[in-house]
């Protein structure tokens, strides 16, 4: 398998979980800017939406958005526990998470990237994020990841996003139950080695 991605952007969170996984990939760099790989191939000739992550199969099917993406990868290692059982309550717990995290977090970070975005309309936005992280960290009150005990796949997408508040100034110290799981996700062995792979780890 090929994982299209950028260094930190939101195919960090498949990057995590295919480490997680302990599945054979190949990382390519493929940048969000020029839109050109290491070769010069031009990236929209892979995905034409032009952005990533995006999941190159064996059989050379393509698989695009992260949240089906990370679906796919724990599916295909159940024993690994990384999301529940389809059919179950948990499964769709999981996904209430992934979908929560892609739509109102991760979607409300798009203008604060954005240049052309007025400062007064970032404030919005800061805030908003800042909202729903908080309303995020109550839910991590009494439990050391999104579902529970145990690592499974919205807990990367959620790390994921989380690291961009500090490039675009959005002052998470005060929630104390998010910071000890960034800091726990941190910890993680398959988190340190996306990141070094990334450059994200000095």
Request: net charge neutral.
């Amino acid at each position: 398998m090929k994982l299209y991605y950028s260094p930190g952007a939101c195919s960090l969170s498949p990057h995590i979980v295919l480490r997680e996984a302990g599945l054979p990939f190949t990382p390519v760099l493929a940048s969000t800017k020029t839109h050109k790989l290491a070769d010069g191939t031009d990236y929209y000739t892979i995905n034409p939406k032009g952005y990533v992550p995006l999941l190159e199969l064996d059989d050379g099917q393509r698989l695009a958005e992260g949240p089906a993406i990370v679906q796919y990868i724990a599916d295909k290692v159940p024993e690994k526990k990384l999301v529940p059982a389809w059919g179950t309550m948990e499964r769709y717990r999981a996904l209430e998470w992934l979908t929560f995290i892609g739509t109102e977090v991760h979607k409300s970070f798009s203008p604060l990237f954005n240049p052309a975005m007025p400062e007064e309309g970032k404030a919005v936005y800061r805030q908003k994020v800042l909202d729903r992280l908080k309303w995020v960290d109550g839910q991590l009150a009494n439990k050391p990841y999104l579902m529970g005990d145990s690592f499974s796949i919205p807990d990367a997408y959620l790390f994921t996003v989380s690291r961009w508040c500090s490039v675009v100034g959005i002052d998470i110290s005060s929630l104390a139950n998010l910071n000890a799981f960034m800091a726990r996700m941190n910890a993680r062995p398959a988190v340190q080695e996306a990141l070094k792979a990334e450059g994200l780890l000095k």
